[in-house]
């Protein structure tokens, strides 16, 4: 079992920068595969980034390069660095947690927060 809390989602201007942070309480952090997923307003939740206990990433296409999706397992804390931000990327961002390893597919995680939301407008 582990417990998800986001913060740090608001309004950003086009271009600008924001950290997500997820904070986790329960179970072992570090056997989780953790992922931040979005979801805009009439569209189905995707997937943006994920992180294996090991560290080892894998991002959507859509944000590859611009979004670092980092963890502190010490402090069970999830990140998502998100930079050169458009206006596509508002969205409800959620963090995602699963044991073992890590995949694109939402419905393989077992454990969500409750989402932060990003606006970034122009």
């Known amino acids: 079992q582990v417990q998800l809390v986001e913060s740090g989602g608001r309004w950003v201007q086009a271009g600008g920068s924001l950290r997500l942070s997820c904070s986790a309480s329960g179970d072992s952090f570090d056997g989780f595969a953790m992922a931040w997923f979005r979801q805009a307003p009439g569209k189905e939740r995707e997937f943006v980034a994920s992180?294996?206990?090991?560290?080892?990433?894998n991002y959507a296409v859509s944000v590859r390069g611009r979004f670092i999706i980092s963890r502190v397992n010490a402090n069970n804390t999830l990140y998502l660095q998100m930079n050169s931000l458009e206006l596509a990327d508002s969205a409800v961002y959620y963090c995602a947690a699963r044991l073992h390893s890590a995949t694109q597919n939402a419905n393989l995680y077992n454990y969500w927060g409750q989402g932060t939301e990003v606006t970034v407008s122009s």
């Open positions: 992180i294996t206990g090991f560290h080892v990433t």
